[in-house]
């Protein structure tokens, strides 16, 4: 697999390089010493290049030639009140991240089915005091990506956002150093800390290699629902909610679910924006409004005023909070999967739950459509 690595001296870019080493590697950064430290390291070849000056970035960019994996981990940190941050702060902030990622996609060249993967930030992590240039500049960054993907992929090539929490690298040196519970780039972080669940494709740098690389060349199946009937959840995010049937339990220890979400939903938007929700589970007999839920948008209405929904505050989420008729509810810690297609998927590590029996009755189960059953016969298996 042939792999350009951008920012490849940051504590990031070295992780993914030793992360990917066995594979053809081309590095790029603007420190050439250290660069060429690392490739012998690892067996790449050293490009140092100011990625800001587009002769300079095209001239890269050619020479690594056509690629399969692409990893823009290029980036600088600044921290300034408002009041007190220059115009040549904002805007080389504006560049290391926006300028940077738009010139190595107007000059790449790719192979098909190949996959560029850009690094993000969580709402929460960056939309602080001391740090608008640098939330704009993630924000900026994560909405260009966003409406490249669709150019792209007309072209057979996939763009993802990998969105991370803190990780200590040097681009705190600036600050003072990294938070306390900041991700080692080598591993994940120290107990306690706010991060996404280790193993995961956010948790360490060999499973965000693994997730953004391209998929092989093998032909794709038209979508068949044959594996309806699926279980009917109610994913509450914030105080907003929506009936969900596209999820599943993927380990109990650690616990965790995953689950996908179209990429037009507004709920979407709150997992990106809150990194929380709460899957909860109803009785067959409050149907109707669980099934209503899914046609009224967040976006234009309150759902639990406009329903008549009673809600109370989650046990261990900030923001969220869950119907008081739940009989069953998980709440999870959520982390975005990078992937492409039509839904996003999040891994959601569970941080409580709480459930009566009852909750194996009559559940409501989805048939596809707008059909809906529950159970009618009970039989146990006995060996």
Known sequence: MRVLILGATGGLGRALARALKGHELFLSGRRAEALRALGEEVGGKPLPADL??????????EEAGPLDLLLHAVGVGARAP???????????TLQAHLLTAHLALKHARFRPGARAAFFGAYPAYVRVPGFAAYAAAKGALEAYVEAARKEFRREGVHLVVVRLPAVATGLWDPLGGPPRHALSPGRG???GAP?????????TPGGLAMAAQAPKDQPQAAYRAFFYPMRLALLAVGR??????WWTPVSKTPFRFLFAMDRQNHTLSLLRELGEAALCFLPWEERAWVVRAGYLSGRKADKAQRLGVALRPARRLSHTQVPEKALAVYELSVTEWPTDGDHALFLGAVVHAEGLREAKERPILFLGFRDYATLGERWRFRP
């Not at 408002?82 to 080389?92: G, H, K």
């Not at 991060?195 to 948790?203: H, M, N, S």
């Not at 907003?240 to 049937?245: S, T, W």
């Open 189 to 191: 972080g120290g107990q």
């Open 82 to 92: 408002v009041r007190e941050t220059s115009r040549d702060l904002l805007e080389e």
């Open 240 to 245: 907003n909610f929506m009936p969900l049937a």
């Open 52 to 61: 800001t000056d587009e002769l300079e970035a095209k001239a890269l960019l």
């Open 195 to 203: 991060r996404p669940p280790a193993g995961t494709p956010a948790g």
